[in-house]
């Protein structure tokens, strides 16, 4: 009798990187015999990542709750003025959200051999109902000091309940073996289109610095752009995928710094063709201020890219080494700097790190990670 496991998350209605890494393991699971599902706590057609046909799927309207549209609107009413009525709200829409994945799990919870929460909140929701909890495993994609007073200080220690918690950086695994001895470490599975990559024609890429991920003040990208006005970047380009909040301040960073010739912005790409822009550049570049994992890094090591990234807490010092590239001590732009402009003054030294990078890809394949969920869940009990 194949197992069944059920996910639960909030939405596949657009690009998140929660929801794809979920679906990429789900899909995985499915095709190796598991009988899988996944619970979305919103409704809608949920098709942005594309998942296996032979998965079930479930979804609860969170936002249908008496509370998102009883409460909320009297207090945009009479709280108009309320410095913390945003907070409040949300709030208000946690609480309905419990309230409706706690029905629906109490009347379904039976039908699975394994519940995966695939977010810190849905976990510590869970973590309060022992029953549901003690065939729950929590899947931490975020770093351990979100959560503040409530989801954090208050709720956390119930952690203690699930069945296990599944961390993807070794920091975490730390913190939450305090709460559960059932923690393991378990990177992101990367999925296609990285996976089906096999070799690399190294001679056909260009000379592209690269960066993909959003453009947003934590993402620090008006660092890297600060870097390469103070390099000669000779043939060189710089470019930047994604989008976000700080994208029309980096484009005005970067007339500033007279670099448009030397910086193109692409926009939000599909990821076959950020895997296509990852294969014709070499070095990706990384500045990021906190990350859970990083796992664009791992993408740009599958598609033979050297890294040079700041080391944040708390994953690129579980990625990143001599093999692959550099690890910069925090805020250390004039170590970045030198690291960058050695490997653009060397050719040979940059040809011999990308392909050591991507041979160090192998070490990341989905076969490794789906090894270790295969044996959690025919082995971890509570």
């Not at 015999?33 to 079930?56: D, Q």
């Not at 009347?107 to 109902?129: E, G, M, P, R």
């Not at 500033?256 to 939000?268: A, E």
Request: with cysteine; hydrophobic share 40%.
């Amino acid at each position: 009798m194949p197992k069944k496991i059920l996910f639960i998350y909030y939405q596949n209605l657009k690009p998140g990187g929660v929801a794809r890494v979920m679906i990429n393991l789900a899909n995985e699971l499915c095709e190796n015999g598991y009988n899988i599902s996944i619970l979305f706590l919103m409704e809608g057609e949920h098709t942005f990542y594309k998942i296996n046909p032979k998965i079930k799927i479930h979804t609860v309207d969170s936002f249908g709750h008496w509370g998102f549209n009883k409460v909320n609107p009297v207090l945009d009413k009479y709280l108009k003025k309320f410095r913390y009525r945003y907070s409040l709200k949300k709030y208000v829409y946690d609480f309905g959200q419990w309230d409706m994945m706690n029905e629906w799990l109490k009347k379904n919870h039976s039908q699975f051999d394994t519940i995966i929460s695939c977010w810190y909140k849905l976990s510590a929701q869970i973590s309060v109902n022992k029953t549901i909890a003690s065939k729950t495993l929590a899947w931490e994609h975020s770093n351990f000091e979100v959560g503040g007073k409530i989801w954090g200080n208050l709720l956390r220690p119930k952690y203690k309940n699930l069945k296990g918690i599944i961390c993807i950086n070794k920091a975490s695994v730390d913190y939450y073996k305090t709460f559960n001895h059932n923690t393991f470490l378990i990177p992101n599975l990367i999925g296609e289109p990285f996976e089906n990559l096999e070799n690399i024609d190294f001679s056909s890429k260009k000379n592209h610095l690269i960066y993909v991920g959003r453009l947003d003040e934590d993402k620090n990208v008006s660092s890297i752009i600060d870097v390469i006005s103070n390099i000669d970047l000779k043939d060189f380009i710089f470019k930047i995928i994604g989008e976000g909040p700080d994208l029309e301040n980096l484009k005005r960073l970067a007339e500033d710094k007279n670099l448009q010739s030397k910086i193109i912005f692409t926009g939000q790409l599909s990821i076959d063709q950020i895997k296509n822009e990852l294969l014709d550049s070499k070095i990706f570049l990384f500045m990021s201020k906190t990350e859970a994992f990083g796992m664009v890094l791992l993408e740009a090591m599958f598609c033979g890219n050297a890294l040079v990234s700041y080391d944040c807490n708390y994953g690129p010092s579980d990625i990143i080494n001599q093999n692959n590239g550099f690890l910069v001590p925090m805020n250390d732009k004039k170590k970045f700097q030198e690291n960058l402009q050695n490997l653009i003054n060397e050719p040979e030294v940059l040809n011999n790190l990308i392909q050591s990078s991507f041979q160090e890809s192998f070490q990341w394949r989905k076969n490794k990670t789906f090894v270790q969920w295969d044996k959690i869940f025919n082995s971890t009990s509570r």
